[in-house]
T-cell receptor
Framework: EDQVTQSPEALRLQEGESSSLNCSYTVSGLRGLFWYRQDPGKGPEFLFT???AGEEKEKERLKATLTKKESFLHITAPKPEDSATYLC????????????FGRGTSLIVHP | NAGVTQTPKFQVLKTGQSMTLQCAQD?????MSWYRQDPGMGLRLIHYSVGAGITDQGEVPNGYNVSRSTTEDFPLRLLSAAPSQTSVYFC???????????FGSGTRLTVV
């Protein structure tokens, strides 16, 4: 059974304090790993797709990396507007390409 | 270009009532799906469709019905609402395999 585990469940940072969120996965035949941002009361917003180990993607203060067992979402010098829940999902090459979501990391950045 | 539109945004139902959650997209995406999101449980797939006339069950399909008569619309029907169906429901679409979803803004449903 495919499993996706995100850690920590919650993270509090001071503005400018860089950190990383983790998404570890146990799947057979990874087709893609996705990161989403979800603001309170809204639907998740797509950030990145990573397809193979060693791949990296960047967007503003966010950088996503991928290994064979986990992905990291690095947040450099975060600002209060980066506060949100960050979701990870993995999609395997078998079946109908249905992604499995992790439970998310709630990030709060204090000014 | 509205993306994915869900209606209503909020709904309160009494146990046993039925209702339909609407999802419409204007991106011509073949793949559409319904998720529910509960605290501590993450997003769980209810039903999905890979094109008009084709639907299939996800992880938690019991108590829900779907149909897909057009590319644009994918309604979710609650047959006889139960308190356990209190949740936030999201419709999500994607354009092909191995790509990210576009989510709607959600419907917050409370069953009393």
């Amino acid at each position: 059974e495919d499993q996706v585990t995100q850690s920590p469940e919650a993270l509090r940072l001071q503005e400018g304090e860089s950190s990383s969120l983790n998404c570890s996965y146990t799947v057979s035949g990874l087709r893609g790993l996705f990161w989403y941002r979800q603001d309170p009361g809204k639907g998740p917003e797509f950030l990145f797709t990573l397809y193979s180990a060693g791949e990296e993607k960047e967007k503003e203060r966010l950088k996503a990396t991928l290994t064979k067992k986990e992905s990291f979402l690095h947040i450099t010098a975060p600002k209060p507007e980066d506060s949100a829940t960050y979701l990870c999902a993995v999609q395997t090459s078998g079946g109908s390409y249905i992604p499995t979501f992790g439970r998310g990391t709630s990030l709060i950045v204090h000014p | 270009n509205a993306g994915v539109t869900q209606t209503p945004k909020f709904q309160v139902l009494k146990t046993g009532q039925s209702m339909t959650l609407q999802c419409a997209q204007d991106m011509n995406h073949e793949y559409m799906s319904w998720y529910r999101q509960d605290p501590g449980m993450g997003l769980r797939l209810i039903h999905y469709s890979v094109g008009a006339g084709i639907t299939d069950q996800g992880e938690v399909p019991n108590g829900y019905n779907v149909s897909r008569s057009t590319t644009e619309d994918f309604p979710l029907r609650l047959l006889s609402a139960a308190p356990s169906q209190t949740s936030v429901y999201f419709c999500a679409t994607r354009n092909g395999e191995g790509v990210g979803y576009t989510f709607g803004s959600g419907t917050r449903l409370t069953v009393v």
